[in-house]
């Protein structure tokens, strides 16, 4: 953790120089910057889709299985159950989903969340750990990048991850990038935003209650709709997949006719 606060105070400090040189403004850093807030619904296609559902909102990720296919699968694991961890404390073995009722035990405003951790303390995983996987195509250059936390070396993966709100370069390569946050990242920047003390752990802290895990099929889709309950987002994704058979049914003119006169129909 303490190499990768370093390298990120190194990281605002080299993107500050680098923007008093010019005259573009410094309010993606320093300032309030806001992002979109989704309220239409949105379609998912193909791919393996993250809902995290917590204390101050949910937010949906687009998880990366082709380019970093052994940490998804880990994800995936340790958020639904299907993988046996070790908790760092107790020592007991357990085939629980990590994720449920874990904290965001660490937050940078409007620059990074972390979660992750069963001790909740910044240090703890799940008993083993996984190489880095870097793809070349994807870098730390925007918001809402789900990331792999680590101690600064190989072969230090485990279950913690961390949710980036600007862009990090000095990242690039050092951490493994294996998902995107597509829906909701309002939430997770609200969350960056809240009360801290010594300095990055929050007063109250969010809690993570569970991560629902979507698998969607080729050449099918879902939908997933954003509604506000009690002040916070909700997401609700429909688990029926529609097929492309079940959408030329829908906007087929001669589908619909057909079944207007039909003899069920007539009764």
Not at 71 to 97: D, M, R, Y
Not at 121 to 141: N, Q, R, V, W
Not at 143 to 162: C, D, E, Q, V, Y
Request: net charge negative.
């Amino acid at each position: 953790m303490c190499r990768r606060l370093i390298a990120l105070i190194a990281t605002l400090l080299l993107a500050a120089t680098t923007f008093a040189q010019t005259t573009a403004p410094l309010s993606f850093l320093w300032g309030n910057p806001e992002d979109e807030v989704i309220t239409q619904p949105i379609t998912l296609t193909e791919g393996v889709y993250a809902v995290f559902h917590t204390t101050d909102g949910d937010f949906i990720v687009k998880l990366f299985r082709d380019k970093a296919p052994k940490t998804v699968e880990n994800f995936i694991g340790l958020a639904t159950g299907q993988k046996e961890w070790t908790h760092p404390i107790t020592q007991v073995t357990s085939s629980k989903p990590l994720y449920n009722n874990t904290h965001i035990y660490r937050i940078v405003k409007d620059v990074e969340i972390d979660g992750g951790d069963p001790t909740n303390k910044g240090y703890g995983g799940p008993g083993y750990t996984l190489d880095l996987e870097i793809s070349p195509d994807l870098k730390f250059d925007s918001a809402g990048l789900l990331a792999m936390a680590n101690s600064g070396r190989n072969k230090s993966n485990g279950s913690r991850w961390f949710i980036t709100l600007v862009p990090l370069p000095d990242f690039t390569g050092r951490y493994t990038i294996f998902g995107r946050v597509i829906g909701g990242l309002n939430v997770v920047r609200q969350i960056s935003r809240k009360p801290t003390r010594r300095p990055l752990e929050p007063l109250e802290p969010t809690v993570v209650n569970t991560i629902d895990i979507i698998e969607i099929p080729p050449k099918h889709q879902t939908v997933a709709t954003f509604s506000t309950e009690k002040g916070v987002t909700v997401i609700t994704v429909e688990k029926e997949f529609k097929g492309p058979e079940e959408e030329s049914e829908e906007t087929s003119p001669t589908t619909t006719q057909d079944k207007a006169t039909s003899p069920s129909a007539a009764k």
